[in-house]
């Protein structure tokens, strides 16, 4: 299993950004896909996931209404657009998939300026 994140960088408050991650080493259609963040001092929290075929989604409170998780089945790809970005809203974006065991990617900094 490889999880593949891509996407992050610097932006002003209030801007947007949008996430990928590339999947490879299972059958992605089959997995349920979520995106969780670490920002520093605080423990990883589960931002928004995605059922395997797209049909459903849930987002954590903090999100809710300002980022979008989406899937490509056929690209082996999520993805989390993330708008109105707030300073808050820094911290490593990883990718994961449980899969009998967590899998993570190596993560992708996202920083939002005041």
């Known amino acids: 299993v490889q999880l593949v994140e891509s996407g992050g960088g610097l932006v002003q408050s209030g801007g947007s950004l949008r996430l990928s991650c590339a999947a490879s080493g299972f059958t992605f259609i089959r997995y349920t896909m979520n995106w969780y963040r670490q920002a520093p001092g605080k423990e990883r929290e589960l931002v928004a996931g995605i059922s395997s075929t797209g049909g459903s989604t849930n987002y954590a409170d903090s999100v809710q209404g300002r980022f979008t998780i989406s899937r490509d089945n056929a690209k082996n790809t999520v993805y989390l657009r993330m708008n109105s970005l707030k300073p808050k809203d820094t911290a490593v974006y990883y990718c994961?998939?449980?899969?009998?065991?967590?899998?993570w990617g190596q993560g992708t900094q996202v920083t939002v300026s005041s």
């Open positions: 994961h998939v449980l899969i009998g065991r967590h899998y």
